[in-house]
């Protein structure tokens, strides 16, 4: 069985240090592949530093929406720069926080359209995260309608129809362990149910969201995908190998992984 984490942050400062130990545990528990996100410019030279030391991990470049404000010209052209690289699949994340709002929205959707515009013309396809800001994620997205290679819009916790304006557009939907929650994901896993297994994915989202039952055990870890794994499964019907085997065909073809 093969399994990708296709969303963890695991040079974040609550896996870095033990790295190694983190990724033995996955592959243990069945999760043998990883997709690790650059947020900022730092964790950026941070994931290019460490996919080159392990087999199946492979890292995505972008600045998330927190960190919009603090954003240069030259920070962009070195985004640019570096995106082309080996084992770089994905510009992102990228997109809209309106939860948080650490940076203004005006700033935050500059920052976005710059990485969207990368992300096209280096052909590599996008993470977008959106926290309470569906309506211009979705807006901008628009804008590029036809220029982007491929889009996720990961750590989904909205609403089937929402989930439904993603699918129409042509994109994919990643879930993380927010589904085995037990309270206010009524509405997330109706989206579960709409959305085919050749657009859907399974993150961590890691060393955030630790799924039920081990929602108490921090920092989440990419092993902890397996609980999300068969959450979902069960939700879809599902043999746990056979959901497995779909999601891990859907996020291959999404991030063009051999
Ligand atoms: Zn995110
Ligand atoms: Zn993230």
């Not at 750590?155 to 989930?163: E, K, L, V």
């Not at 999300?228 to 073809?253: H, I, Q, Y």
Request: charged share 25%; net charge negative.
């Amino acid at each position: 069985m093969e399994l990708i984490d296709t969303h963890a942050h695991l040079t974040f400062p609550e896996l870095e240090p033990d790295v190694e130990a983190v990724v033995a545990q996955s592959k243990a528990a069945g999760v043998t592949g990883w997709i690790t996100v650059g947020t900022d410019r730092q964790q950026i030279k941070k994931v290019i530093a460490l996919i080159p030391g392990y087999d199946n991990m492979y890292a995505a470049v972008g600045i998330h929406p927190h960190h919009a404000k603090d954003v240069s010209a030259e920070d962009i052209s070195f985004l640019k720069s570096v995106a082309g690289g080996e084992k770089i699949v994905a510009i992102g994340e990228t997109g809209l926080d309106y939860h948080y709002t650490r940076s203004e929205a005006e700033i935050q959707k500059k920052v976005f359209k710059a990485q969207l515009a990368i992300a096209a013309e280096l052909a590599l396809p996008v993470i977008v995260h959106s926290r309470n800001a569906f309506d211009d994620t979705i807006v901008i997205l628009s804008e590029f309608s036809g220029k982007l290679k491929n889009v996720v819009v990961h750590c989904f916790s909205g609403t089937a129809d929402q989930a439904k304006v993603i699918l129409e557009m042509g994109y994919y939907i990643s879930f993380t362990g927010i589904v085995t929650f037990k309270k206010k994901v009524a509405e997330t896993i109706e989206a579960v149910n709409i959305v085919p297994l050749d657009r859907m994915m399974v993150e961590t989202d890691c060393p955030f969201i630790s799924p039920e039952p081990v929602r108490n055990r921090r920092p989440c870890e990419p092993a902890f995908m397996v609980h999300t794994v068969r959450k979902l499964a069960e939700l879809r019907g599902m043999d746990f190998e056979d959901f497995a085997r779909e999601v891990t065909a859907t996020s291959k073809f999404f991030f063009n992984l051999p």
